[in-house]
């Protein structure tokens, strides 16, 4: 067994398009571009955005393996890429976005990952259970 840390295959983008809204049920769309699914109401919703696909294909990603520096040049996510320096090759994931909400029940703010559709989540300070629609 080796002590040293596995080179990550995926790295996280920076970039993440506008929040987008299913014109159906008022639902929040996955956080993608092009034709996305509703999972509410399962509609298919398009949503464009040039600009986040723009920052998208000229973000500058670090190559976990060799600190090289590369330009992702891909303007959808997830990509894979490959590094020119030591042809490590790696995921580059969609942005998670993380929202804060507070317990109804003892106020206390909990940082979760932003998801469409209902989530049930539990407190992790006064346990109480509880849902959340985005
Ligand atoms: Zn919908
Ligand atoms: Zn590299
Ligand atoms: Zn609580």
């Not at 929202?99 to 469409?116: F, K, M, S, T, W």
Request: proline share 11%.
């Amino acid at each position: 067994m080796s002590e040293d840390t596995p080179v990550p295959y995926q790295v996280e983008s920076r970039v993440s398009p506008p929040p987008a809204h299913c014109p159906n049920c008022d639902s929040l769309l996955p956080s993608d571009l092009g034709v996305l699914d509703c999972v509410v109401c399962t509609a298919q919703v398009k949503v464009e955005h040039s600009p986040t696909r723009e920052s998208w294909e000229e973000e500058k990603v670090t190559c976990p393996s060799c600190r090289h520096v590369l330009v992702a040049g891909i303007d959808s996510r997830p990509a894979d890429l490959r590094c020119a320096n030591c042809k490590h090759e790696f995921t580059l994931t969609p942005k998670i976005i993380k929202v804060e909400i507070n317990c109804p029940a003892c106020d206390r703010g909990l940082r979760i990952p932003q998801r469409p559709g209902e989530r049930k989540l539990r407190c992790p300070a006064c346990m109480e259970g509880f849902k959340v629609n985005f």
